[in-house]
């Protein structure tokens, strides 16, 4: 059994910084792509940044040089280090990960996403 366990929502004043950590657990062998996706009321979730095993960053155009996507592969854990955050930055925050299990005598890649942690950010 997999896990995603997200932490380090919360809410903060406009200008502010939050650090979201996602933690894979379980009968793991490693990760590949690992993200995090957003989803504001009302709104479809949309990607936030996602990053390669190798660490290559993918950002959307509004969180550039505003987040910084990082892993620690020995740790199966992804975070996202959130500064100069606007009102509109406020959503529940998912973390994604395509994990490599073994099943049998084989090793597989399933996708599994985090609980949801809610950023808030006051004006």
């Known amino acids: 059994q997999v896990q995603l366990v997200a932490s380090g929502g919360g809410l903060v004043q406009a200008g502010g910084s939050l650090r979201l950590s996602c933690a894979a657990s379980?009968?793991?062998?490693?990760?590949?792509?690992m993200g995090w996706y957003r989803q504001a009321p009302g709104k479809q979730r949309d990607l936030v940044a996602t990053?390669?095993?190798?660490?290559?960053?993918n950002y959307a155009d509004s969180v550039k040089g505003r987040f910084t996507i990082s892993r620690d592969n020995a740790k199966n854990t992804v975070y996202l280090q959130m500064n100069s955050l606007k009102p509109e930055d406020t959503a529940v925050y998912y973390c994604?990960?395509?994990?490599?299990?073994?099943?049998?005598?084989?090793?597989?890649?399933?996708?599994?996403w985090g609980q949801g942690t809610q950023v808030t950010v006051s004006s």
């Open positions: 990053i390669s095993r190798s660490g290559i960053p």
């Open positions: 379980g009968s793991i062998v490693g990760s590949n792509t």
């Open positions: 994604n990960a395509d994990i490599l299990y073994p099943s049998d005598t084989q090793l597989r890649m399933k996708n599994y």
